[in-house]
């Protein structure tokens, strides 16, 4: 069982200074995100009036004056369909980023739930097919030697989305989920280190993500 564990993730917060205060302000909201062990920086927010130029300038003073944060909650727009801003930066000393998720999940009227993964920002000039999925980056992870590169993937991604199949009736919610390029994992280091005979099933390279608090919607 143990090939199957990875090293614990670090846990995130948008204070406005860091003090005590402010640290637990920031909890209370749930402005919050946590990855599996990078330092990337994501910051996501939900409103009804955001647009591509919103990404330029002071864009996280923007996203405060005309949506909510992570962790915040939308009522109903007055038959507006909700957009969201995204930014995600990579972690200087892990790998580039590949692409940027938004998932929905929504409750139908029969009181079941759904849920959908949408590619919103992605790197490099790879193209969406018809089922609105993007090809994987590429993996440049060498597994002789373990040696890889960020010769793929992105610096910062961000994104101004609209969701495409709202429906102002179901109460949802969304949350992003940013994907790095693979890198090594500590099985593939552990190979190379000691000549352990691994089998087929271990997986060598890892791919780090965040994922951030959700936004909640609701039409009451």
């Known amino acids: ?38 330092r990337m920086q994501v910051r996501f ?11 330029k300038g002071d ?4 996203g405060y004056e005309k949506g909510v944060p992570m962790g915040g909650d939308l009522s109903t727009g007055l038959n507006k369909t909700p957009s969201f801003l995204v930014h995600a930066l990579m ?3 892990s790998g580039s980023l590949d692409r940027v998720q938004i998932v929905k999940g929504w409750m139908k009227a029969d009181g079941s739930l759904e849920e ?7 790197s490099g000039d790879r193209k969406m097919n018809s089922k609105g999925k993007v090809p994987l980056v590429g993996n440049s992870v060498n597994l002789k030697d373990g040696s890889w590169d960020n010769s793929i993937g992105a610096t910062s991604l961000s994104k101004v989305w609209v969701d495409p199949d709202f ?20 099985t593939l280091y552990d190979k190379l280190q000691y000549g352990a005979e691994l089998s087929d099933e271990v997986p060598l390279t890892m791919t780090q ?6 936004i909640w919607y609701s039409p009451k």
């Open 91 to 93: 972690d200087p000393e």
């Open 45 to 55: 927010f939900g409103g009804w009036d955001y647009s591509d130029a919103d990404l």
């Open 209 to 214: 993500r965040g994922y951030t608090s959700p």
């Open 167 to 186: 429906d102002p009736a179901l109460e949802a919610f969304y949350y992003v989920r940013v994907l790095e390029i693979p890198t090594p994992r500590w």
């Open 1 to 38: 069982m143990t090939w199957q564990t990875v090293a614990s993730g670090y846990a995130a917060v948008w204070a406005t200074e860091n003090t005590r205060t402010a640290l637990f302000d920031a909890m209370r909201r749930k402005e919050t995100y946590g990855t599996t062990g990078s």
């Open 116 to 122: 959908k993964v949408y590619d919103v920002a992605w």
């Open 59 to 62: 864009w996280v003073k923007t």
